[in-house]
């Protein structure tokens, strides 16, 4: 996964899938493109990048509650 795309890792969905995200403490959303497998920590549904993470508004806390719709 390339740190700095708008990229993430889910178990399930089909690579190459768009879905938005949405921060559920702030609203906030993006688009991300599917394009790795996990997260495999138990709990965890997605595996955003870093430049995902950073415009989501959950860095530097490294996790944060989000929703995950088709885009």
Avoid: E, F, W
């Avoid at 390339?2 to 702030?26: C, F, I």
């Avoid at 138990?42 to 860095?59: M, N, T």
């Amino acid at each position: 996964m390339n740190p700095n795309a708008m990229t993430a890792a889910h178990k399930t969905l089909p690579l190459g899938s768009v879905v938005r995200v949405v921060n559920q403490r702030t609203g906030k959303s993006i688009q991300v493109t599917i394009n790795d497998r996990g997260p495999y920590i138990k709990g965890r549904i997605i595996d955003l990048s870093k430049a995902a993470g950073r415009q989501l508004g959950i860095i530097p806390a490294g996790t944060g509650k989000v929703c995950i719709t088709k885009a």
